[in-house]
């Protein structure tokens, strides 16, 4: 829902249903090639904007421990950019309800942060497509890019280069998440690649047949990211081994904390999930989701 100077957007959580390390680059990042999803599990964002004499952003997070509540916060830091290049200004408030866990490879700050550059696109008037906003969301983070349409697809260089694959439908997701926190950061450090050069492993056309089969034993995809986070967390590595030998598709998504499995029967999963989970992990049931951030009706 928009006026002349609100907006109210919800971006969604996603899930890297395959991660490649491929390189290390000179400039310290690192070439990857993943496929991502967006699922239906979202943070809100409200923004309105005053006082156009001015650049000044300031920000309320709910909870209050979910995320900074300053200028360090990606919401904020997106919502500069956007001013700042496109030669704009004004007093933007933004309230931001979390309900995606944070450092858990969901990429909810990340969608976060795309949902304010289409939000500033709308109160500002500026009408950049969503190519546009892909190129300016790069300039914040290799995720957010990929977030302006979300849905299902390919990623590669440093994250922004963008191929939309063939949607998922016909699939749950249930995502855990136990009491550990990890930097990404930290995560991309320790791999400790050196010159290491690993070919891509995603063929479109392949891919593209095996989506519409998504979760299958068929399914090639796999996270790098694992080699780094599995061994150093005994509780990641005991669940992760366990589901495994029964499911078809059990994969850390991100540089972790989250695990999700892939199934399509709903039933399936009741009783593992009451026996296998202690009340200390995060849980939820998702299915895919076809937009990374959307308009809210108020």
């Not at 959580?13 to 991660?19: F, I």
């Amino acid at each position: 829902m928009t006026d002349h100077n609100h907006v109210s957007l919800r971006s969604a959580a996603k899930l890297n249903l395959h991660l490649e390390v491929l390189r290390e680059r000179e400039d310290g990042f690192h070439e990857i090639e993943t496929i991502m999803q967006t699922v239906k599990m979202f943070d809100y964002i409200s923004m309105t904007l005053t006082d156009y004499d001015a650049i000044e952003v300031g920000i309320t997070v709910f909870p209050a421990t979910a995320a900074p509540a300053d200028g360090t916060n990606l919401c904020c830091r997106a919502a500069n950019h956007f001013m700042k290049s496109m030669k704009k200004t004004g007093t933007i408030s933004i309230d931001l309800k979390k309900h995606i866990p944070a450092e858990a490879g969901l990429g909810g700050g990340s969608g976060n942060a795309a949902a304010v550059l289409v939000g500033c696109n709308k109160l500002f008037n500026t009408n950049l497509s969503n190519g546009e906003l892909e190129k300016m969301a790069a300039e914040l983070g290799s995720d957010i890019p990929f977030f302006i349409e979300g849905g299902t697809q390919l990623a590669r260089g440093i994250g922004t280069e963008l191929t939309p694959l063939h949607p998922i439908d016909d699939c749950l997701f249930f995502i855990m998440k136990p009491e550990v926190n990890i930097s990404t950061t930290e995560v991309y450090s320790a791999l400790n690649m050196g010159l290491t050069v690993r070919a891509p492993l995603v063929n479109i056309r392949n891919v593209k047949a095996l989506l519409t089969r998504f979760p299958s034993d068929s399914w090639f995809g796999i996270n790098r990211l694992e080699d780094v986070v599995v061994p150093r967390n005994s509780m990641l590595q005991d669940k992760l081994y366990e589901l495994r030998e029964n499911e078809p598709v059990v994969m850390m998504t991100g540089s972790g904390s989250a695990l999700y499995v892939a199934y399509r029967d709903k039933g399936h999963l009741d009783d593992f999930i009451e026996e296998f989970l202690d009340d200390s992990w995060f849980l939820a049931e998702v299915s895919p989701h076809t937009s990374g951030v959307e308009f809210m009706d108020e």
